[in-house]
């Protein structure tokens, strides 16, 4: 039976894909930069994410190269922190929920279910996300991996999460956008999931849908 629902947060929750766009836009636009370049920025920020993932960079250590190799300079970490800072706060700008996720999270409480958000991001600013969003909500756990020193797929991450909620993997399911994240590293892990995937082929398409495959109360 599952008793424990963890939502991945960035383009499962919150519209990453779409607020980095708008947001790579206006930093291009402030730095005299041709727009239309966020293909290549979320390349990029693929490429660096993964390395941190895979515990080769830090996650600063990733931002600073993110930004290094968008920009074409050569810089410092410290120099390249402060650059992106202006993608950062064009993109804090751009943050919407989708429109399912609030109701998803409020209905998932209110059936007893133990519900927590599993992010590779920094606590710091998928906290701000959260309020921003108005996804704050007061029994709704924030469990960054940053702080368990092991990100999404690493097993350790999801067992962390587990115990923070006091529930048994087996009782859990994860709900994400990734196959690899979300999906294929909590399987590993003893924990059921659930693709997401907005636009296709997943195992859900929306949020919502999640009503339908647990009809069941959790208590
Ligand atoms: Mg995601």
Same mark, same amino acid.
């Given at each position: ?69 968008? /920009? ?69 756990? /924030? ?77």
């Amino acid at each position: 039976m599952i008793r424990a629902l963890l939502f991945d947060l960035d383009d499962t929750l919150l519209d990453h894909t779409g607020a980095a766009r708008d947001a790579v836009d206006q930093w291009c636009r402030e730095l005299g930069l041709p727009e239309g370049q966020h293909a290549r920025f979320a390349a990029i920020e693929r490429k660096w994410f993964q390395a941190y993932e895979r515990g080769e960079v830090s996650h600063h250590g990733q931002r600073a190269a993110r930004c290094r190799e968008f /920009l074409g300079r050569n810089m410092s970490d410290a120099e390249a922190l402060t650059a992106y800072d202006g993608y950062l706060s064009a993109y804090r700008e751009q943050w919407r929920a989708f429109a399912d996720a609030l109701p998803t999270l409020t209905w998932a409480l209110e059936s007893g279910f133990q519900v927590g958000v599993l992010t590779n991001g920094e606590r710091e600013m998928q906290q701000a996300k959260l309020e921003a969003t108005g996804l704050a909500l007061a029994d709704v756990h /924030l469990i960054p991996t940053v702080d368990l020193g092991c990100p999404k797929p690493q097993r350790e991450a999801y067992l962390a999460a587990c115990r923070q909620l006091e529930v048994d993997p087996a009782n859990t399911l994860m709900v994400g956008d990734s196959l690899a994240n979300d999906v294929q590293g909590a399987c590993k892990a003893g924990l059921r999931a659930l693709h997401l995937d907005r636009a296709g082929e997943g195992d859900l398409r929306s949020l919502s849908a999640l009503r339908e495959v647990l009809p069941q109360r959790a208590s």
